[in-house]
Structure formats: C-alpha cells, structure tokens
C-alpha cells in the first residue's frame, strides 16, 4: 500500500483541532461564515464538554473539495 501526498497530509495533521476561531482564521472568513459552514454540514465538529472543535483535516478537506486555497495557507 503506498501513501499519497493527501494522506499523508491527513496523517501529520491527526486529531489536532481548531477553534471557531482558528479555523476562522485559516479559512480567513468571520466567524459568522464558520457557523454558518457547520449549521449547514458542510464543515463537521465535535463538542468535547461546552467548547466545539474542528478538526484541521476535515478543513483541509473542505477547501479541498471547494477548489479554494484560504489566505493564510498561501502565505
């Protein structure tokens, strides 16, 4: 079994989670437009207790699957 760039990229980002915020900031869209992404279920999240994450593989997977690259990932 051979690993491709993708995967691999799945595997070095594991289980690291981001914030509304964080994952804001990657995407370099308000945190309105972070909520409004996850009330739709275009972006999946996990609540541990009271706090709500998103893990940095399933953002990776939707700028992916959009075609666009977030600002900060280009710089």
């Known amino acids: 079994m051979t690993i ?9 980002d594991g289980c ?3 914030t509304i915020e964080a994952a804001a900031d990657f995407l370099a869209i308000s ?3 972070v909520y409004h992404l996850l009330d739709r279920g275009e972006v ?3 609540h541990i207790g009271r706090s709500r994450g998103i893990a940095l ?3 990776r ?4 699957k959009s075609g666009q690259v977030p600002m900060s990932a280009a710089s």
Request: aromatic share 4%; glycine share 4%.
């Open 4 to 12: 491709n760039d993708e995967d691999a990229t799945l595997a070095n």
């Open 16 to 18: 690291r989670l981001l």
């Open 31 to 33: 945190r309105g437009a």
């Open 44 to 46: 999946a999240s996990i």
């Open 57 to 59: 593989a399933e953002l």
């Open 61 to 64: 997977r939707f700028v992916a």
